[in-house]
């Protein structure tokens, strides 16, 4: 079954750090192109981050440019968010998602997502 | 304010049709694929349309999808209660060098 599940999500102070990880299963990870995306409470849907196949080509949405970092491990079937000064507005809940076609940008397997909490 | 507008919320009754529309500009949806998403609170999105038009496999054709310039168009047909969630648009930004969605539209089957 191809699957995604995410973890590392939990409260954290704003100004503080937290690791985010997804484990691909089911499929070729080393394949895909593999985004985050985001959504606060009462919001839509927020774009975070997208790496490629080979983890060489790197976008962050200009809200966590310079405080995110994604990377991937092919060897180990999974994807990396390391999230650094952390503020109020980063409390979400975080999705990995695997993109279906490279060049078309759409998103065809999601995780269940985790959520972080950014909170003094 | 999202890059990309969707109306807000959309209503329909059972086994009609409900169009939700997606606006945009030149250096998203003009010039870049367009994906529709359906998104249950609680669960993970899940992939409606790709590049445009096209289907996923396991996605009924009473979805459809659309574009034209800079407008892209979900379409839905035989309204069913589990339709009711909230869609999304989304593309590549070319000047903005990321993924823009819309705000998503709330569907409510009466």
């Known amino acids: 079954e191809v699957q995604l599940v995410e973890s590392g999500g939990g409260l954290v102070q704003p100004g503080g750090s937290l690791r985010l990880s997804c484990a691909a299963s089911g499929f070729t990870f080393s394949s895909y192109n593999m985004k985050w995306v985001r959504q606060a409470p009462g919001r839509g849907l927020e774009w975070v981050s997208s790496i490629n196949s080979g983890g060489g080509t790197i976008y962050y949405a200009d809200s966590v440019k310079g405080r995110f970092t994604l990377s991937r491990d092919n060897a180990k079937n999974s994807l990396y968010l390391q999230m650094n000064s952390l503020r109020d507005d980063d409390t979400a809940v975080y999705y990995c998602?695997?993109?279906?076609?490279?060049?078309?940008?759409?998103?065809?397997?999601w995780g269940q997502g985790t959520t972080v909490t950014v909170s003094s | 304010q999202s890059v990309l507008t969707q109306p807000p919320s959309v209503s329909a009754a059972p086994g009609q049709k409900v169009t939700i529309s997606c606006s945009g500009s030149?250096?998203?949806?003009?010039?870049?694929?367009v994906s529709w998403y359906q998104h249950l609170p609680g669960t993970a999105p899940k992939l409606l349309i790709y590049e445009n038009n096209k289907r996923p496999s396991g996605i009924p054709d009473r979805f459809s999808g659309s574009k034209s310039g800079t407008s892209a168009t979900l379409g839905i047909t035989g309204l069913q209660t589990g339709d009711e969630a909230d869609y999304y648009c989304g593309t590549w930004d070319s000047s903005l060098k990321g993924v823009v969605f819309g705000g998503g539209t709330k569907l409510t089957v009466l």
């Open positions: 998602a695997r993109v279906y076609i490279s060049g078309s940008n759409a998103m065809d397997v």
């Open positions: 030149s250096s998203n949806i003009g010039n870049n694929y």
